[in-house]
């Protein structure tokens, strides 16, 4: 059993950067793929970004392309999401997850474990 605490979302001007991070209570952390995904009010949970156990791959989605960076630290168990040139629509509740498999991958289903979320408000 994993468990994931994110922190770091607040409220942020356009085109302003946030740091999310995300700390697992298990050692095991380092066994696990971590993906960041969000949910917006009325919207369906999107893949944000992921990255594997080894940070040898990485995975984005189109809409934060360029602008977002994921990475671990296994020895603080802790993976982080750099958000910078943040836009209204990233306005969303960030949830970080993870798998116990070697591969990114988007669709949430595929993740066992997941954190409580921390809201990222992007003002205009």
């Known amino acids: 059993q994993v468990t994931l605490a994110e922190s770091g979302g607040g409220l942020v001007q356009a085109a302003g950067s946030l740091k999310l991070s995300c700390v697992a209570s298990e050692r095991t952390f380092s066994d696990h793929t971590i993906g960041w995904f969000r949910q917006a009010p009325g919207k369906e949970r999107e893949f944000v970004a992921g990255?594997?156990?080894?940070?040898?791959?990485?995975d984005y989605a189109d809409s934060v392309q360029g602008r977002f960076t994921i990475s671990r630290d296994n020895r603080k168990n802790t993976a982080y999401l750099q958000m910078n040139s943040l836009k209204p629509e990233d306005t969303a509740v960030y949830y970080c997850?993870?798998?116990?498999?070697?591969?990114?991958?988007?669709?949430?289903?595929?993740?066992?474990?997941w954190g409580q979320g921390t809201q990222v408000t992007v003002s205009s």
């Open positions: 997850a993870a798998r116990l498999n070697p591969f990114v991958v988007r669709p949430s289903g595929a993740y066992n474990y």
């Open positions: 990255i594997t156990w080894s940070s040898d791959d990485t």
